[in-house]
Every structure is written in C-alpha cells, then in structure tokens.
C-alpha cells in the first residue's frame, strides 16, 4: 500500500492552465474552481491527470466571458453544464455547479439538472469525499464542503452523503469508480459505503458496456496508475514479491461486492473449482486472479492472465477433464470481450494468448521448434505469451516444473532476439523480387514457398539472414522444388 500524506496547508499549487484561466472569472464574479483529481492528488503529492473546474456561470455565458482569451469551447452536454475547455493544447472539462435528479434506474445522466451558485451545493451531488474538494483557480484556497480532507488523512473512500444509497444508487457506475479509486490510491471503504455498493452492485446491469469497460481497464492497470512496475524485468524466481498489488485488489473487491457477475461474468464459474494439487494451489478463480496478479502492467497480458483458464470449468462439466480450455478459453475470451465492446485489436490479441498459452508446457519441444514457433508468431506476441506463462507459473502458489517451462521460453526468446533473428518474413535480407530473379522464377506460389522456408531457417539460424547466403539456399530451394515436380 502506498504511503503518500496530505499536504499540510489550506492551499493548493493550482496547474498553470487552470490558474490562467482563473482571471477571466474573477473578473466577471464567478470565481473558478479547481476540483477533483486535480485537488485530490495534489494534496496526497501524486501526478496530476484530467484538470476539472467548475464555477456558477452557465455554459450559455462562456463565450462572452472567453471571448478575445483563445479558449476554444467544445460543448459535451451543455444542458447539463458541462464543455470542454481548450487552451494551448491543454484541455479541461468545465462544469456549472449543480445539483442532479436522477432516475432509478441507475443509468450514468441525471434526468434533471438545477444550477446553483453555491460550492456546497455542488459537493454534495459529487461521487466521494475525496473528489469533492475544491481550490480557488486564482488563490489555491481550499473548501471542503464534504469532510474529503479528513478522509484523505485517514485514507477512506467514504460516500459524499450521510446516507451513502443516495450516491451510489442515482448511478451505477459510481460502485465500480469506488473499486477503482480504492485500489489505485490504495484506500480503505467507509463501511457503509462498502455495503451500499454491494447493494447496488446489480445497478450495473443498466450502464453501457463501454462505461464498464473504461473502469475494468483502469482498475486493470491500477498498479502502475501512480507507481512505476519493477515486474517488466527478465522472469526469474529468485526474490519475487506480490504482495498486494492493487489490481488484484479491484478485482477481489468487485468479486465480493458482487459486481464481477455484470463486467467478466464467466470467470465466477471456476469460483470453488479446485484443480490438480501438485501444479495448483487455488482454485480455478482464484488461479486467474492471482495469476493477472502477477502479471506484466500491459493491458493484453493482464487480460490473457486473467482469462487464460477461464474455459476450464466449462470443460470439466462436459467432458470430466480441463484438456481443451485453452481452445474453449480463447473462444470464451473473444465472446467476453466482444460484449464489453473492446476494441478489436485487443481482443484478438487476448484469445491469441490464451488459445496458445499451453503451448510447450513441459519443455518438450526442441530449440529449433521453439524458435520458429516464436517467428511464426512474432516478436511482440512471442514476448507477451512468455509474461502470460510466467504469470501463470507465479499464479499456481507452486514452485515445481512449470518454472522450467518458463524461464526456458525466455532464455530462448531473448537470444532469438540479441541474435537478430527474423520474426517476420520481411526481416530477412532478400526481397522476393530476388528470389525470383536468382531462381529464374515467374511471381506464383512458388515464391512464397521458398521465402516461407528461408525465413524459418534464419529464426533457429540467424547468422544465415545475409544477401549472399539467402541467395545461394533460394536456388537450392528452387532447384528442389523442380525435382519434387512443385513440392518442398
């Protein structure tokens, strides 16, 4: 857990854009407001992100106030009070102070929207305590309508509201950025705001995947939000630590809030599904989370870790054994993250790792084979499959074979590449315009045939990926081929 402490002062240094802009306002008697992260984490002394502001004059007012300033405004949902604000390639988001009616359904937009004039009136319709802290653009002075400053020293998330059902069931997605600010500021949940999310946690049902999947990934990557990851390093046993990592923490919370079941529903099937005890600790939803837990701060490779044996309990009940769920995994991972509507990319690259992570589990392939594999699937997803297998490894609670496996795969990746060998057809030192002239062949098959061969050879042989020699084993290859009658 991080140690950070609030800053001792009734004000904060106000972000140069912000403080620019601040003057436009007092002039006109609507000072501006910093709020939120900006405030929040200046506060706790972390980076600053997204620069939120607000003030009592409306929207429909800006353009007058900003005129002749070279502040470009761009409306997002000005009936509710809220533009962009862009200066000099800095954008902000601005917001009229508000008070919000909402539905119940729990849907992420209020239904009505009153403004007001007040800072405290705008605290109070905020998520958290801590995110309802304001600071005077021009002075830095701080006002904390909520008590977020007394939170922040006891390091809480707490409800901005004595009655924390108010917050969270007015908009769904609230009980998820509760899970994400908990476990990327390393804070702890009021108790009763930690019970009314698992209250409300099916209200999640209701908010667009898209809004689900931007806290899954940022909860995802919640580790690395503030701290710099040392686990990028070459995998090696010796000295390795988890502790508790604070993405493991988002997911453990959004299991036991209830709230896994409406983002990554499948992964509760291997809830009390124990597997083999030699190569296994956990069960099987223990194993994906801890496994994720362990894993490199890349978005795919946290995926693929946390999904790689998602098909197992699947595979279990119909056939009585786990042999398949990397197959059954891949596909059950491209459903999944189709529904959150991932981008596809990404998508393809998570069931890609989990459809090959079993790949040379006992270190039974030879060199040669491993190398072209390895060139068949290219540098970059060759090096994630090894993360996924280390996290794998790490993830069981188990110290035996697989180790092997792992740091076997990584020997061989890493000398593949200090070697310079190909992992892809066009590094090699011909151009099939070349083949065909120094085999005397028209464009066909045949082309490919040999750059294909060529390009296999040079992975499990990299001194060989030069012109002349390439050359020379092209019209080998050619000659081949004429005596095969067009086979190789």
Not at 41 to 46: K, V
Not at 208 to 233: G, M, S, T
Request: net charge neutral; charged share 25%; aromatic share 6%.
């Amino acid at each position: 857990m991080a140690s950070y402490t609030v800053t001792e002062a009734n004000r904060v240094p106000i972000e140069a854009p912000v403080k620019d802009l601040s003057g436009a306002f007092e002039r006109a008697g609507f000072p501006l407001y910093a709020v939120g992260g900006q405030v929040r984490n200046a506060l706790l002394g972390l980076p600053i992100g997204d620069l939120d502001v607000c003030a009592a004059l409306p929207p429909a007012r800006l353009p007058a106030l900003l005129e002749g300033t070279g502040v470009r405004i761009v409306p997002i949902a000005p009936e509710f009070g809220s533009v962009q604000l862009h200066a000099n390639g800095v954008m902000m988001e601005y917001t009229t102070f508000r008070s919000d009616t909402y539905g119940s359904d729990g849907k992420h937009r209020p239904q009505g929207v009153r403004f007001s004039q007040t800072v405290e009136e705008d605290a109070f319709r905020r998520d958290f305590t801590v995110n309802a802290i304001y600071a005077r653009a021009a002075t830095g002075e701080i006002t904390d309508p909520t008590g977020g400053i007394a939170d922040l020293e006891k390091r809480v998330l707490r409800c901005t509201t004595e009655n924390p059902d108010r917050i969270l069931q007015d908009d769904g997605l609230r009980t998820l950025r509760l899970v994400r600010f908990a476990a990327e500021l390393g804070f702890g949940v009021e108790p009763a705001s930690y019970e009314s999310a698992r209250k409300h946690a099916s209200l999640l049902e209701d908010i667009p995947v898209e809004r689900i999947w931007q806290e899954l990934r940022k909860c995802l990557l919640a580790d690395v939000r503030y701290r710099k990851d040392e686990r990028e390093r070459p995998f090696r046993t010796e000295g390795h630590s988890l502790g508790d990592p604070a993405h493991l923490r988002a997911l453990r919370l959004m299991v036991e809030l209830g709230m896994m079941r409406y983002v990554l529903p499948e992964l509760l099937e291997g809830e009390g599904v124990k597997q083999g005890e030699r190569y296994h600790a956990y069960t099987v939803l223990d194993h994906n989370l801890m496994s994720c837990a362990w894993s490199a701060p890349i978005l795919s490779v946290r995926l693929a870790s946390l999904l790689h044996d998602v098909g197992k309990p699947r595979c279990l009940a119909a056939t009585g054994r786990m042999l398949g769920h990397d197959l059954l995994g891949a596909d059950m991972s491209r459903d999944m993250l189709g529904r959150l509507r991932v981008e596809r990319t990404l998508t393809e690259r998570v069931a890609d790792l989990v459809r090959i992570h079993m790949y040379d589990l006992n270190s039974g392939a030879k060199l040669k084979t491993v190398q072209k594999r390895f060139a068949r699937l290219g540098r970059e997803l060759s090096r994630e499959f090894v993360w996924v297998r280390e996290a794998d490894f790490l993830g069981s609670g188990r110290l035996d074979p697989p180790v092997a496996s792992a740091m076997r795969l990584q020997d061989i990746l890493d000398d593949m590449i200090a070697q310079g060998a190909p992992f892809a057809p066009s590094d090699l030192r011909i151009t099939g315009q070349e083949i065909m002239e120094v085999c005397d062949i028209k464009p066909g098959p045949k082309v490919g045939v040999i750059k294909e061969k060529l390009f296999l050879h040079c992975a499990a042989n990299p001194g060989d990926n030069e012109n002349a020699k390439l050359r020379a084993m092209a019209k080998r290859l050619a000659a081949s081929i004429m005596e095969n009658n067009g086979r190789l």
